[in-house]
């Protein structure tokens, strides 16, 4: 199954953007990038998902690098709320039953 | 609103003794995962079911058994056989094409007495 790479945490200034990477180097053409973040004590929840081309939605814009083997999050304004784990997964249409979630990446946001 | 339901929200297992952990999902999905989260780190697999009657071990299913009798349901047992089962228990779901968003439930804290 393929991977995931995520620095083990990040820290930003509020209201400052915020660029999340993640590397997956051995991604196949089949595999959708997803993105989950998770508050302390609750499920993660989902954020954005994308395959080849950046993907923008209200919460967070995905940045897919042309090989593929690499992609990041952007948060366009920090606030205290996004103080999350954001873990970046890999999901396919033969072995997404079997999404593997690494450590993912803790932000932590200053006021 | 539709969404997944985890019950209870913190459960204590005594030495020897099976607990069972509910999962409860409204959205109309087939697939239905659980996942073990232990501090600081990241979600491991326990079993997953692409189908009602039908379900999968994942990469730490010893000491664990499931069942899918019902679409909405998919409850988790841990047994007297997880001999470290305290965790934080997660249960979600995905309409079932391997590619679609996952959907989470708030999660069970089980703790051993």
């Known amino acids: 199954d393929a991977k995931t790479t995520q620095p083990n945490s990040m820290e930003s200034n509020e209201e400052e953007p915020v660029h999340l990477p993640c590397n997956h180097s051995t991604i196949s053409g089949t595999d959708y990038i997803h993105w989950y973040r998770q508050l302390p004590s609750q499920g993660p929840e989902y954020v954005i998902h994308g395959l080849t081309s950046n993907v923008n939605n209200r919460m967070a814009s995905l940045a897919i690098a042309e090989d593929r083997k690499s992609s990041t999050l952007i948060l366009h304004r920090a606030t205290l709320r996004d103080a999350a784990v954001y873990y970046c997964?890999?999901?396919?249409?033969?072995?997404?039953?079997?999404?593997?979630f690494g450590a993912g990446t803790r932000l932590f946001v200053k006021a | 609103d539709g969404g997944i339901t985890q019950s209870p929200k913190y459960l204590f297992r005594k030495e020897g003794q099976n607990v069972t952990l509910s999962c409860e999902q409204n959205l109309n999905h087939d697939a239905m995962y659980w996942y073990r989260q232990d501090p600081g780190q990241g979600l491991r697999l326990i079993y997953y079911s692409q189908i009602v009657n039908d379900f999968q071990k994942g990469d730490i299913a010893e000491g664990y058994s499931v069942s899918r009798e019902k679409k909405e349901s998919f409850p988790l047992t841990v047994t007297s056989a997880q001999k470290n089962p305290t965790a934080f228990y997660l249960c979600?779901?995905?309409?079932?094409?391997?590619?679609?968003?996952?959907?989470f439930g708030s999660g069970t804290q089980l703790s051993v007495l």
């Open positions: 997964i890999l999901r396919d249409r033969t072995g997404g039953f079997k999404t593997i």
């Open positions: 979600a779901s995905s309409i079932g094409q391997g590619v679609e968003k996952l959907f």
